[in-house]
């Protein structure tokens, strides 16, 4: 497992401390995947409700708070593959 797939995981974990009704997956280009579910926030690559899409550095400045998702999503530095309610809903959290 990478060093930034770890960091993220660590920093997803304190985050979202009270885990996450429905299942996303962050995939981390070049990195690999996150999923985050009710469970909390693990490696891995399973089915999710949404999958979000973003270079290493985009997906840092998101768990670090230097960057809205949003705003990521807007510029076209975040994609988002299944629902958007969900991916929503992921984004206020981490906000």
Sequence with gaps: MSDIITHAITALSKRLSDGFDGTAKFEIEGEGTIMVDDS???????????????????????????????MAFMSGKLKVEGDMGMAMKLGAALS
């Design 40 to 70: 909390g926030v693990r490696a891995g690559d399973d089915a999710a409700d949404v999958t979000m899409i973003a270079s290493a550095e985009t997906f840092q400045g998101i768990i670090e708070g230097d960057v809205n998702p949003t």
